[in-house]
């Protein structure tokens, strides 16, 4: 054989994914041309059957769902056995300082300042001086810097400075416990209450959870002289939960500064959706992107007058109508390789020994063919979790008009939230608003002002109010982490070995199985990893727990169960070592 170039193998290699298409594309056309005339479901069987064999072999060269090699670390006598972190006194040592963090109240508020020495932002003194002396063996090997007093940067430095630093983040806030709910929790709030089995409390997963294990880890791993080759940097926020402008986003530009665009090897943070079974198959979800945000305000201005004289239509009536107008038209869902997600449904396709035939047929062939790929999303907007992963999310937030009872109003505003799909954009949304808008302005005769203009677009000579429409938080996709390389392969190889080795299952159905599938996915909301796209292009969102383990995220009886705490101790601990071998090599 004469050897080819690589230039030449990449034509080759083009050339037969290109007649790989074309075959794939000439017997969909055909098949689906038979379905159409003769209607039979036992042919449209026939068809996905058909489909899933030729994507069987398309996979085949590109790997859809990822395999991923378990990441062991050697038996070392310097470190723990990962048994450790399930005696007794580890333990109660970990539901001491995790309770503690709990304990102190560290909500933050929407209407909160920028500066962080404001007064308003006391309370994180006390969550500082709490880390200081829950986390000693960090604190004396590390480098603290301050950012906007608050935020907290951590920097253990490595050894060979040619290697990337690694970026592990969290945010230290809650959110706000509304006073009128408090008697309604089961364990105050801020009691830090463990009951045998699980921490309860505000933040005892969002993100306490994470953070405090997260921090666990590193400090016990340097109370046994682990002094690493790469340097490891520990990113706190403040202000996670009112959109981390005076927390993350200040930590990157500093970040971004002292080590420069693309400096960092991968960055942990937040997110995912654990680990889950799902059609009989174990998959860890750790996100590789999350989706964009878009707030939308409209304002409808109108004469106001006396209540005694109505019209027919306030200005409240007409944003009402507005609203239902808006809510009754949902986003369509969409799906393509674009969406992360789009992955993991393949590995529940390929894993999922539970899935019915038709539905894995349908996934693997829904590239290939319109009523394959109808019925998938038709499958997943029945499922408001999996909907909201796919297509564009609207919720109408807040409405706030009136000031007097026999008033009319003269100032309606509405905010609409939206969470942007892969498959959507900015102006795709933002033009959706204007159009219904439009629909109601024209119907009132009303004047619109849309989102930059300066001048109003009325629809009478003397509109009698006019809509004004104004965006904020313009934030597109994040951009996809790829699920492959020495990073991912790190992230997600200790992600299997603690989930497959270590992890318990007391209620999980035996017929699963011990394997564990680590699958990229989308998250619906955002974190602090908005701002860290500069740094890296690998950025995995994961929140180590189990199922069920973890209850109630921003809601009453916030909990979370202490053996997927443990577990999660144990992945932070897993993956900084794993990542100190593979840096050996060097």
Not at 465 to 492: H, R
Request: one cysteine or more.
């Amino acid at each position: 054989m004469i050897p080819m170039y690589e230039e030449e193998k990449t034509s080759e290699m083009k050339q037969s994914r290109f007649n790989l298409k074309v075959l794939i594309s000439t017997l969909t056309a055909t098949i689906i041309t038979a379905v159409l005339c003769i209607g039979s479901t036992k042919l449209y069987n026939r068809e996905l059957d058909s489909l899933s064999l030729l994507r069987e072999l398309y996979d085949d060269k590109n790997n859809i769902c990822p395999v991923t090699e378990k990441m062991i670390p050697s038996k070392s006598e310097q470190f723990s056995e990962l048994d450790y972190f399930r005696t007794s006194k580890y333990k109660n040592h970990s539901v001491e300082v995790w309770g503690n963090a709990v304990r102190i109240p560290s909500m933050t508020y929407d209407d909160y300042p920028e500066n962080g020495d404001d007064h308003k932002f006391d309370i994180f003194y006390k969550m500082e001086s709490f880390i200081k002396k829950s986390f000693p063996h960090i604190i004396s090997k590390s480098e603290l810097i301050h950012i906007n007093t608050h935020a907290l940067i951590f920097i253990i430095h490595g050894e060979n400075k040619e290697l990337k630093p690694i970026l592990l983040t969290a945010h230290q806030d809650v959110v706000p416990v509304p006073p009128d709910t408090v008697l309604r929790w089961k364990y105050p709030p801020f009691e830090g209450h463990f009951d045998g089995q699980y921490l309860w409390g505000r933040g005892a997963a969002d993100d306490k959870d994470h953070f405090i294990s997260m921090m666990e880890a590193v400090d016990h791993l340097l109370s046994q002289g682990f002094a690493p080759k790469r340097t490891i940097i520990i990113g706190l926020g403040f202000d996670e939960e009112i959109e981390g402008t005076r927390g993350a986003k200040l930590i990157n530009d500093y970040l971004l500064k002292r080590y420069g665009k693309d400096s960092i090897f991968f960055i942990s943070d937040e997110g995912g959706m654990g680990v889950q079974d799902m059609y009989g198959a174990r998959l860890a979800l750790p996100s590789t992107g999350e989706k964009g945000y878009i707030d939308i305000t409209i304002e409808l201005a109108t004469t106001g007058g006396h209540a005694s004289i109505p019209p027919r239509h306030t200005a409240i009536g007409i944003m009402s109508e507005l609203a239902t107008l808006i809510e009754s038209k949902p986003y369509e869902l969409r799906l393509t390789t674009e969406n992360p997600f789009y992955v993991q449904l393949q590995c529940m396709a390929t894993k999922g020994k539970d899935m019915d035939p038709l539905l894995r047929n349908s996934i693997r062939g829904m590239d290939y063919s319109p009523r394959a790929k109808k019925m998938v999303l038709d499958t997943l907007d029945k499922d408001i979790m999996t909907r909201y992963l796919v297509s564009t999310s609207q919720a109408i937030d807040i409405f706030d008009a009136g000031i007097k009872i026999n008033a009319l109003p003269e100032k309606v505003i509405m905010k609409i939230n939206h969470r942007v799909g892969y498959d959507s954009s900015l102006e795709e949304v933002k033009q959706t608003v204007l159009e219904n808008a439009k629909i109601i302005a024209k119907k009132y005769e009303l004047a619109i002002n849309d989102y930059d203009s300066i001048k109003s677009s009325g629809f009478s000579d003397i509109p009698i109010g006019e809509f004004t429409l104004s965006t904020d938080v313009n934030l597109v996709p994040a951009p996809k982490s790829p699920a492959s390389g020495d990073s991912w392969n790190i992230f997600a190889g200790s992600l299997k070995y603690i989930y497959e080795d270590f992890a318990i299952y007391p209620d999980a159905d035996p017929s699963i199985g011990k394997e564990v599938t680590v699958a990229p996915s989308v998250m619906s909301a955002n974190t602090d990893t908005k701002y860290f796209w500069n740094l890296t292009d690998n950025i995995y969102r994961f929140s180590p727990f189990r199922g069920q383990c973890s209850k109630n995220w921003h809601a009453i009886d916030e909990r979370v169960d202490l053996d997927s705490h443990i577990e999660s101790v144990a992945f932070f601990y897993t993956l900084l070592r794993n990542v100190e071998e593979y840096d050996s090599n060097f």
